[in-house]
């Protein structure tokens, strides 16, 4: 079991930044690729981010290329997703998920999830 800690979410005005985190325990976290996903009100939930267990690929949906930025310090068992220039079309919940051998953009393929935190853009 990996359990996944969100955290860093808040109120910005769009053009603002965040920077959130997600705290891993449990099973090694460096043998783990990681996603960020995001889910808004009557939405389905979409993919934003992943990157490889060793931190060499990621992958961003196109909406955020540029603009966020996937990282990860497996030392602190921690991934990142810092968000600049933020749009109100940002506005969601958003999760981190882990599994071991899937790092696409599906998220019903990953194995263990967050519990989310609020990300709002206002305009």
């Known amino acids: 079991q990996v359990q996944l800690v969100e955290s860093g979410g808040g109120l910005v005005q769009a053009g603002g930044s965040l920077r959130l985190s997600c705290a891993a325990s449990g099973r090694t976290f460096s043998n783990y690729n990681m996603g960020w996903f995001r889910q808004a009100p009557g939405k389905e939930r979409e993919f934003v981010a992943t990157i490889s267990w060793r931190g060499d690929s990621t992958s961003y949906r196109d909406s955020v290329k540029g603009r966020f930025t996937i990282s990860r310090d497996n030392a602190k068992n921690t991934v990142y997703l810092q968000m600049n220039s933020l749009k109100p079309e940002d506005t969601a919940v958003y999760y981190c998920?882990?599994?071991?051998?899937?790092?696409?953009?599906?998220?019903?393929?990953?194995?263990?999830w967050g519990q989310g935190t609020q990300v709002t853009v206002s305009s």
């Open positions: 998920a882990a599994d071991e051998l899937y790092r696409g953009s599906y998220f019903a393929s990953y194995d263990y």
